[in-house]
């Protein structure tokens, strides 16, 4: 099955300072990868999602990047807000699943 | 966009005792629902596929009989914890796709159980 490795386990910036949040998968047949963000005791809300046939997509302060072909994915937070902080997970799906394998998240601290 | 409704959204109870937690799509017709478990710190873990007129699908470690799913309507699944102790306490959650493959996926608010 997949297998989603994602780091850091904790990230603490400076507010206006950009965030990296990196993961790497295992199934070359994975094709969608969404981000979430999860405050706690909350659901998990879509932030940003990018499929296989893209490389790279933007809303406004958020950024995904991908490589298919090292397997790997990140999330970039430019001009970080002390509301941005919170755990952020990256996801993958592969094929016609819809089931999601979940990093193992990373708590986002944006030091005001 | 699509709406997932899940209730409780907290509970408690005693050692011993089965709960029931129930997933909605409010605005859609959800053939499968997808059931999470999330401990403390930790990401969420796939359970269960839940299918819409069949048996769901769970996943390696997962105990079948302890985790009770039925979807037995294109808006409704259910999970019950059956015997629930101490260890099953955690945030559960469901979520659907109503577009499909590849596509957002909807989570419902989660159900934080308590089992003293």
């Known amino acids: 099955g997949e297998n989603v490795e994602q780091h850091p386990s904790t990230l603490s910036v400076q507010e206006g300072d950009s965030a990296v949040i990196k993961c790497t998968y295992s199934?070359?047949?994975?094709?969608?990868f969404p981000w979430y963000k999860q405050e706690l005791g909350k659901r998990p809300q879509l932030i940003i999602d990018?499929?296989?046939?893209?490389g790279e997509k933007k809303d406004q302060r958020i950024a995904v990047t991908l490589n298919k072909t090292a397997k790997h994915f990140s999330l970039h937070i430019t001009e970080t807000q002390p509301e941005d902080s919170a755990v952020y997970f990256c996801?993958?799906?592969?094929?016609?699943?819809?089931?999601?394998?979940f990093g193992s998240g990373t708590q986002l601290t944006v030091l005001p | 966009g699509a709406v997932v409704s899940q209730h409780p959204s907290w509970v408690i109870c005693k050692s011993g005792t089965s709960v029931k937690i129930e997933c909605r799509s409010l605005?859609?017709?959800?053939?499968?629902m997808f059931w999470y478990r999330q401990f403390p710190k930790q990401s969420l873990m796939l359970m269960a596929t839940?299918?819409?007129?069949?048996?769901?699908?769970?996943e390696q470690g997962v105990e079948k009989d302890k985790f009770l799913i039925n979807h037995a309507s294109l808006t409704l699944s259910t999970l019950t914890v059956t015997s629930a102790h101490p260890e099953d306490s955690s945030f559960y959650i469901c979520?659907?796709?109503?577009?499909?493959?590849?596509?957002?996926?909807?989570f419902g608010q989660g159900t934080r159980l308590t089992v003293v």
């Open positions: 605005d859609f017709q959800a053939t499968t």
């Open positions: 979520s659907a796709n109503p577009g499909g493959a590849d596509t957002e996926a909807f």
């Open positions: 990018i499929r296989s046939n893209v």
């Open positions: 839940s299918n819409e007129g069949s048996k769901a699908t769970y």
């Open positions: 199934d070359s047949a994975s094709n969608y």
């Open positions: 996801a993958a799906t592969q094929g016609s699943a819809r089931q999601l394998t």
